[in-house]
């Protein structure tokens, strides 16, 4: 069994992957299948907000963009979750929300895998990254204790005090124009407005780019 962060927040994500798999194929077992699932995603991202993601966002200051994005897609899934505990699990409303969530979960995997724990990896000494699998590991454990503690009011709370500070009011654009001098259109959005306006385009790639490819793309697609 992995013990340093980056090993452990791999297994995870496989795990969950395959009790998405369970449930799909085992619907007479769908409901403690899904409160596992459920169980284990919500231990997993708070933690992974609270214990890992402020260390990667100190060592690579130059990439809390990225941080940021795998925190709001945390949130996107959560939302989703939440909302399916309250379905009955032989509806088609819930097979349909399972979709919505097995969709988010797998773009954020995705990325994490592919853009944010390979920033922790170079940034990170072998020691650091023990220890942060200790600390991880810790923090899924509280979640675990008091599963009920782990609201949606309390997610938003947090997320709300983690939230970054307001831009200036001048940021620089011609008025009515919606474009920045120099820049893109929608240059001022932050990454995950920009991903979401991507997502919509149907823009291929686009959990790979950075903010400005992304800017980039979302612009070349209004044409």
């Known amino acids: 069994m992995p013990t340093d962060v980056i090993g452990l927040i791999t297994a995870d994500h496989r795990d969950v992957e395959s009790l998405f798999k369970q449930i799909k194929a085992h619907p ?3 409901p ?3 409160a596992e699932a459920c169980a284990k995603f919500l231990a997993h991202s708070v933690a992974e907000e609270e214990r890992v993601y402020p260390q990667i966002a100190r060592l690579a200051p130059d990439q809390r963009e990225e941080v940021e994005h795998g925190a709001e897609e945390h949130h996107k899934a959560e939302e989703i979750l939440f909302q399916l505990q309250k379905v009955d699990p032989d509806s088609p409303e819930f097979e349909q929300g ?3 969530l097995v969709e988010a979960v797998n773009e954020h ?3 994490e895998e592919s853009r944010v724990l390979p920033l922790l990896a170079k940034a990170a000494p072998q020691e ?3 220890e942060l699998g200790r600390t991880f590991s810790e923090g899924k454990a ?6 009920s503690a782990v609201t949606p009011a309390k997610l938003k709370q947090n997320a709300k005090h ?3 500070p307001a831009k200036p009011k001048d940021t620089g654009k011609s008025k009515g124009s919606g474009q920045a001098k120099g820049g893109h259109a929608g ?3 932050s990454k995950e407005e920009l991903y979401e306006k991507a997502k919509q385009a149907d823009i291929p790639g686009r959990s790979q780019m950075s903010k400005d490819e992304l800017a980039k793309a979302v612009e070349k697609g209004k044409h």
């Open 28 to 30: 007479e077992n769908r």
């Open 128 to 130: 650091l990254l023990m």
């Open 162 to 164: 983690k939230s970054r």
């Open 98 to 100: 399972l979709m919505q």
């Open 142 to 147: 509280e979640v675990l204790r008091n599963p």
């Open 109 to 111: 995997v995705q990325e």
């Open 32 to 34: 403690a299948l899904f």
């Open 187 to 189: 240059a001022d959005l």
